[in-house]
């Protein structure tokens, strides 16, 4: 009941503010205290082979916390700058991304999304969808990353990068 | 009143947005620039009768580059003669990268060639993982004179870099 009279009292504001003037008003938006997604390495340095045979894979290249607070019903977002292909100049590489729990019991995912169920390409996002609170210290995923070679074929050699961004969204 | 009620509106708005985390990723793809022979050492008969001598495929080279622009250079320890002593047997080299044309951007050793300066192929491709192969020719030009009798030798080496 209170939140219907904030929100109708909130909405009755901005049409009387819009009503007024137009005031261009920038709002920081700060998570809600305790919901982070943080991770024990921000950056990641791969060397890879370019022998033509040799695959790249790292189950556990980074270590992902997930906290949601007061959140119950959330989902988490895995995006690539470069839709999973790192970037070198004109060249690319194709690389691929995998979730796998460490926090046993249930943790709240909805079903088994494709980035749990294995390796794939953030052509666009995948998600993972919770629908359980975290503990306060968090629920842990190991994030993966695996670079395939091209059969007898080199990759131009140099350094190729892409951004990989995890966003955490209350639904 | 007005302070409240904006906490009230950011809260809801932060309430509904969505932040994370960002992680770079880089890659370091390993370098491969690499040549090999087949024969490290070539041994030819020159029966002094003052017959021409020519082998179009006297050796091979292999190379191997994951680099699109690279050049492989040929140069001899003597300026392109074998030697015994004072004396000195003049020699050209050939290398037939024609089953390549699309990979090499040019040759400079496509028809026999004294090596009296270092001589270059440029490439403009790189090779498959299992390299690519040409055939390295050999050439002693016929000769009116005996050569003095006796081992004669030369070192031919074939290096590589990134154009």
Do not use: C
């Amino acid at each position: 009941m209170k939140k219907w009279v904030l929100l109708v009292f909130a909405l009755s504001m901005i049409l009387k503010l819009n009503a007024q003037a137009s005031i261009g008003i920038t709002v920081v938006v700060a998570p809600p205290p305790g919901a982070s997604i943080t991770m024990d390495s921000y950056i990641w340095e791969i060397s890879f082979a370019n022998d033509g045979v040799t695959t790249y894979q790292n189950d556990n290249q980074g270590t992902m916390t997930i906290r949601s607070s007061n959140r119950k019903n959330f989902r988490v977002d895995f995006s690539s700058q470069n839709l999973g292909r790192l970037k070198q100049g004109t060249d690319y590489v194709a690389y691929y991304i995998k979730a796998t729990a460490i926090t046993g019991g249930n943790i709240g995912l909805v079903g088994t999304p494709a980035i749990v169920a294995g390796y794939v390409q953030l052509t666009s996002v995948q998600s993972m969808e919770f629908n359980k609170k975290t503990p306060k210290k968090g629920i842990q995923f190991y994030t993966g990353i695996k670079i395939d070679p091209i059969l007898g074929e080199f990759y131009e050699s140099g350094g190729y990068t892409d951004t990989l961004t995890i966003t955490f969204v209350g639904l | 009143m007005k302070k409240s009620f904006l906490l009230v509106l950011i809260g809801i708005l932060a309430a509904s947005m969505a932040w994370g985390a960002t992680i770079n990723i880089t890659a370091n793809v390993t370098q491969v620039l690499e040549v090999s022979v087949d024969a490290a050492t070539w041994t030819i008969e020159l029966n002094n009768t003052g017959t021409a001598i020519q082998k179009d495929d006297q050796g091979t080279f292999t190379v191997k580059a994951s680099k699109s622009n690279y050049t492989v250079t040929f140069s001899s320890g003597h300026s392109g003669t074998l030697v015994n002593g004072i004396e000195a047997i003049p020699y050209k080299i050939k290398v037939d990268t024609s089953a390549w044309t699309e990979g090499v951007q040019t040759n400079n050793l496509s028809s026999y060639t004294q090596l009296t300066t270092p001589q270059t192929i440029v490439f403009k491709k790189k090779t498959p993982t299992a390299g690519k192969t040409f055939n390295i020719g050999f050439n002693i030009e016929a000769y009116t004179d005996y050569y003095i009798d006796g081992e004669y030798t030369d070192t031919l080496t074939i290096s590589i870099a990134v154009s």
